[in-house]
Every structure is written in C-alpha cells, then in structure tokens.
C-alpha cells in the first residue's frame, strides 16, 4: 500500500510517498525560513498562501523520485492538526480533493502523533513500548506509547516549550531567525558554568517542565552588563546546558518510573547535539537506549505523515473517500486513539 502524506500544520510544506512494503519511496520539503526571517517569526497568511504555491511542485518531485504517477497512490493522509489553522486548511484541502479525483480513501491525522512515530522508519526502529519526549518549538511533552494510538501523557511544559525558549531567547541575545538553531551554534563557542541560570523544575519530583523563568533569567543577565560576543556566547552556553539538563533527568525519570529502556525522542529540538549527548550519556547508565528520527526528519515532514496515516491504516482505521473535512488548530495527542 503506498501512502501519499502532505505536511503544512505550519512554515514547512512537506511531500512524501510511503510504501507499507518497501518504505519510504521519496520525500521533499520546503522551508519558509527565509521568507519568515524578515519578520522575526512566522506570518500565518504567508505561510498558508506559500503552502498554495509548493504542494503541486513538491508532489510531482516525490512522484518522480519515487518512479510512480499519481496512479499508484493507494491512500492519503495529512495533519488535521495541531498547527497553523489556515496552513492545516491548505494541506487538508489538498488531500482531500486529491483524494477525490484519484477515488482514493484519506486519512487525517494528527501532526504530533507524525513526529512520535517518526523514529519507527529508521532500519533500527525501537519496539513498543517506549517512553516518548516530544520536544518541538510549540510542544514539550513526555509520553508513554503503548502502540499506535495508545498514549498516556506523563507531563508537559507548563509555559514555553523548550524550541520556544531557545528561540526567545536567541532574540535576547541579538540572534537571527530561526533562534534555537542560531542560538545552538553559539552555545557551541562558549563556557558553560561563568553564568549561574537556574533549573526550573529540576526537582520538582514529577515530570512537567518549566521555561519562561529561564528566559527571564537570561534577559535579567543581559541587562546587568553590556554583552561582548564572548558573554553573548557564555550565556548562550549556559542556557543549553539548563534545558538539556532538564529535559535529560526528566525524560529519564520517565523511563525509570515506568520501568522502560527505550526513549524515543522526535521534533526539531531533538536535532540539539548536545541535548543528543546527554541523552545518550543518561540513558547509558540506567542501561537503556535513545531512538532518533533522521535529522532530516526532525523538522515538519510528509514522510512522518505518510508513516502515521499508513501504521493507522494497518490497524483498520476507516478513511474516507473524500469531501467534508474540518480541522483542529488545538489537538492534544493524549485525546486521540
């Protein structure tokens, strides 16, 4: 069965072809980055009218890639939501009069449930059950994942989601758009240690998460001197070093509450070497391991889409055939089965 996934919940349009045999046949995305970086963030009309102009091009680019026409697709799915409301409507207009045209069953779903099961398309997959940390620029969330559909929510970010604070902070700090990246490159030349930020729910004895004190706390520096590129740089260090160590001893605590040696880790956050590090480093000791989606699946992408519509499919979810269709801009993934 080959699966089409269409991915637009936000500023990446996303095009991929999956087959439940072969796996994934082709893939392409495209990034707003630079039409967004002008304004310091994303434009949700900008975003919707780009995702107009790119889906048509980047599904003739993965058809060809993949070596199939339009014929050869047995099903579609896309993100119902969480996201941009206008973006989710183009993807999943899209879909559904493709779906229509070609008399073809489609299948929304949703977004967050595409990056959790992003790392299942890797040769080296992990088996269920895993503990799942889902940490993106609008998500921070723990998860215990039983199969497909079954997900218990074990804590989540109280305020900013931790891609949320590396980008608002990356703007204290006089850093381009995207932030998290811009900030991460820089943390990369600094002394971690010089600049004492707090921890925030470090020992809180559950496993939510806290970022907007650590913002703040990075704003209260700034403001206490004029920053040379080498403070800039420090500070910048020093702000990794407390969210990687949150997310770290939170999502191990996870795993060891839940006696489970698989952590899987999805979102662009998850593209962090350092939080990769101490991940790995972690879960070594409880003697456990870390499963990663391909850095290019770490951003928004059809592939995961395709994936999730497809491992739905399996399980005998009904689609339909086209037509009616709504979105839901707020979608929390524990509401789903």
Excluded at 27 to 32: F, K, L, P, R, Y
Excluded at 74 to 79: L, M
């Amino acid at each position: 069965m080959k699966v089409l996934g269409i991915e637009s919940s936000c500023d990446e349009t996303g095009v991929a072809l999956y087959d439940t045999e072969r796996g994934l046949l082709g893939h392409a995305v495209h990034t707003q980055v630079a039409m967004h970086e002008a304004y310091g963030g994303v434009v949700p009309e900008l975003a919707s009218r780009d995702h107009v102009r790119r889906l048509i091009p980047l599904l003739e680019s993965v058809l060809a890639e993949a070596a199939c026409t339009r014929c050869d697709i047995d099903a579609i799915a896309y993100p119902a939501g969480p996201g941009l409301a206008g973006a989710l409507l183009v993807g999943a207009s899209f879909a559904e009069a493709l779906a229509m045209a070609l008399g073809v069953p489609v299948l929304p779903v949703h977004h967050l449930e595409g990056h959790l099961l992003s790392p299942l398309l890797a040769e080296d997959a992990p088996s269920f059950p895993f503990i799942a940390l889902l940490v993106s620029g609008g998500h921070t969330q723990l998860m215990r994942v039983a199969r497909v559909g079954d997900y218990r929510l074990l804590g989540e970010s109280l305020d900013d989601a931790a891609g949320e604070a590396f980008d608002k902070t990356a703007k204290l700090l006089g850093l381009g758009y995207p932030g998290g990246p811009a900030l991460a490159k820089l943390a990369e030349t600094g002394r971690p240690g010089r600049y004492k930020l707090p921890r925030p729910m470090l020992n809180s004895g559950d496993l939510s998460f806290s970022f907007s004190g650590l913002k703040t706390a990075v704003l209260t520096a700034a403001r206490a001197q004029a920053l040379s590129e080498a403070d800039r740089a420090d500070l910048a260090a020093e702000f990794q070093e407390a969210v990687t160590e949150v997310l770290a001893a939170k999502a191990v605590a996870a795993c060891r509450q839940h006696q489970l040696s698989a952590l899987v880790v999805a979102g662009g956050v998850g593209a962090n070497r350092r939080l990769r590090q101490r991940l790995d480093e972690a879960m070594a000791k409880i003697g456990g391991r870390v499963f990663y989606p391909a850095l290019e699946l770490c951003t928004d992408n059809g592939a995961m889409i395709a994936f999730a519509g497809s491992q739905r499919l399996l399980q005998g979810e009904a689609p339909h055939r086209g037509g009616a269709f709504a979105v839901r801009p707020r979608w929390p993934l524990d509401q789903i089965s």
